[in-house]
């Protein structure tokens, strides 16, 4: 495998199920990321994961519960969600660097979840 | 205000043209970075180009230039020599902080869905 892996790729669920989102990264990275990207909305960062420690949550509904337990691992654990909830979830990772060069951020192909 | 402004919805290219996409941001940060994604229909966010707001050149990626007037805060997407497998949406987006600064939010702009014609 190679780049960022998500699994499962499509994902249909009532607002009474608990189901997780998984994303795996090979490219050596230190930062991982979920983001929400919903129909007619710009990308939504969700939470931001720094050497295994999250640094950043941007106002996301308690429903939504990630973990990282390395840094080539996260999950998003999704409990008694919405039908609004209802999104494409991509994940993605990078490097963050000390100085100088970049710190693009490289994605996932997303998991497209449907909330019924 | 918007930070990332992409006010093209929809854009038509004739196969084997060049096309601009447009993209404007806003930022107080003397220190940013500017990318380029593109998301065919299957979903994925594929990374193109970056630009550093210090850069002294406009960066380029094979077939993709940015063209960065920083005066102006736009930061254009072209691609020379479009290709049928170039239709998808466009995104623009911009990370303020310098590098490495403890920085990580990307903020993106709405896109711009671009589509070949043969």
């Known amino acids: 495998e190679t780049g960022v892996t998500q699994t499962p790729r499509h994902l249909v669920m009532g607002m009474t199920n608990k189901k997780s989102l998984k994303c795996e990264q090979h490219?050596?990275?230190?930062?991982m990321y979920w983001y929400k990207q919903s129909a007619k909305k710009p990308l939504e960062l969700m939470f931001v994961y720094s050497l295994e420690e999250r640094v950043e949550n941007n106002s996301v509904p308690s429903r939504f519960s990630p973990e990282c337990p390395n840094s080539s691992h996260l999950f998003l654990h999704l409990h008694t969600l919405q039908p609004e909830d209802s999104a494409l979830y991509l994940c993605?990772?990078?490097?963050?660097?000390?100085?100088?060069?970049?710190?693009?951020?490289?994605f996932g192909p997303g998991t497209r979840l449907t909330v019924l | 205000a918007q930070k990332i402004t992409q006010t093209q919805p929809g854009m038509f290219v004739q196969e084997k043209e060049a096309v601009t996409l447009d993209c404007t941001y806003d930022?107080?940060?003397?220190?940013?970075?500017l990318f380029w994604y593109k998301q065919p229909s299957s979903g994925e966010m594929i990374f193109l180009i970056y630009q550093g707001s210090y850069d002294q050149q406009n960066a380029t990626e094979g077939r993709y230039s940015l063209n960065f007037q920083k005066a102006r805060k736009s930061a254009n997407l072209v691609i020379s020599a479009s290709q049928l497998g170039d239709s998808a949406m466009y995104f623009c987006a911009m990370r303020e902080g310098a590098v490495g600064a403890g920085s990580y939010q990307l903020t993106f702009g709405k896109g711009t869905k671009l589509s070949v014609i043969p």
């Open positions: 490219l050596g990275h230190n930062a």
């Open positions: 930022t107080s940060d003397p220190s940013y970075g």
């Open positions: 993605a990772s990078s490097q963050v660097p000390q100085g100088a060069s970049t710190d693009t951020q490289y």
